[in-house]
T-cell receptor
C-alpha cells in the first residue's frame, strides 16, 4: 500500500513558468516531509522540507505547501529553469513515539520534471 | 566539505565474486545509510548505522554485509549476488539517527555505485 503518492509520473513546463509538483499521503502520523531532486546516475539531493506544524516553507525559488486536512503537499518552483529538469521525490517521516521501531522515510515514486527552454 | 563520496562508480561482477562498496563522509555525521535504487523507483532503505553500530537491517539477504569501521567510513561487502541485485547502491549520511527523538534527518546522498551482476 503506497502511503506516499505522487500521481503524476511526469510534468513538462516552459522555462520561466511555475512548476507545481504534487504529493498525497495517507498516514496522518507523518510529522515531517521532504523533497529530493535526482539527476540520472546521481544520488538524490535534498531540496526543501516542512514540519507538520507548518503550512508553508520557502527557500528561494522553491516553496512547499502543506494541507494537513487534505493530506496533500505541493512543491512550487518559480521561475522554472532548464537545470530544474530532474526527478523529484516526496518523502515523509512517521511521527515520534508512536512510530514503532522504524522511523525510516517513506518515499513516493517520483515525478519527472522537464523544463523546456 | 558537504560531500558523501562513493567508490567505485560502476561495478560489474559475476555471481561468484566478492566485492566491496565504499562510502566516506567528513561532515561529522554520526548516522550512515545504505540504500538500493532500481530504475524509476524510489530509494529503498537497506541498513542504518548510528554511532558506528547497526541500528536497522531492513531484512536484507545475508549476501549483503555492511560494515562501519569508523564514524567516517561505511562499507558494503557483496558475495554471491544474483542478477536481480543489479541496481544503483546509494550511501547517505545524516547528522544523527535516534529512534525515539525528534530529529530533522536531512540526508546527504553520494552519487552511488551502479552495480551490474552477470
Amino acid at each position: 500500500d503506497q502511503q506516499v503518492k505522487q500521481n503524476s509520473p511526469s510534468l513538462s513546463v516552459q522555462e520561466g513558468r511555475i512548476s507545481i509538483l504534487n504529493c498525497d499521503y495517507t498516514n496522518s502520523m507523518f510529522d515531517y516531509f521532504l523533497w529530493y531532486k535526482k539527476y540520472p546516475a546521481e544520488g538524490p539531493t535534498f531540496l526543501i522540507s516542512i514540519s507538520s506544524i507548518k503550512d508553508k516553507n520557502e527557500d528561494g525559488r522553491f516553496t512547499v505547501f502543506l494541507n494537513k486536512s487534505a493530506k496533500h503537499l505541493s512543491l512550487h518552483i518559480v521561475p522554472s529553469q532548464p537545470g530544474d529538469s530532474a526527478v523529484y521525490f516526496c518523502a515523509a517521516r512517521p511521527g515520534g513515539y508512536n512510530a514503532g521501531n522504524n522511523r525510516k522515510l517513506i518515499w513516493g515514486l517520483g515525478t519527472s520534471l522537464a523544463v523546456n527552454p | 566539505d558537504t560531500e558523501v563520496t562513493q567508490t567505485p562508480k560502476h561495478l560489474v561482477m559475476g555471481m561468484t565474486n566478492k566485492k566491496s562498496l565504499k562510502c566516506e563522509q567528513h561532515m561529522g555525521h554520526r548516522a550512515m545509510y545504505w540504500y538500493k535504487q532500481k530504475a524509476k523507483k524510489p530509494p529503498e532503505l537497506m541498513f542504518v548505522y548510528s554511532y558506528e553500530k547497526l541500528s536497522i537491517n531492513e531484512s536484507v539477504p545475508s549476501r549483503f554485509s555492511p560494515e562501519c569501521p569508523n564514524s567516517s567510513l561505511l562499507n558494503l561487502h557483496l558475495h554471491a549476488l544474483q542478477p536481480e541485485d543489479s541496481a544503483l547502491y546509494l550511501c547517505a549520511s545524516s547528522l544523527l539517527y535516534l529512534r525515539w527523538v525528534e530529529i530533522n534527518e536531512k540526508l546527504f546522498f553520494g552519487s552511488g555505485t551502479q552495480l551490474s551482476v552477470l
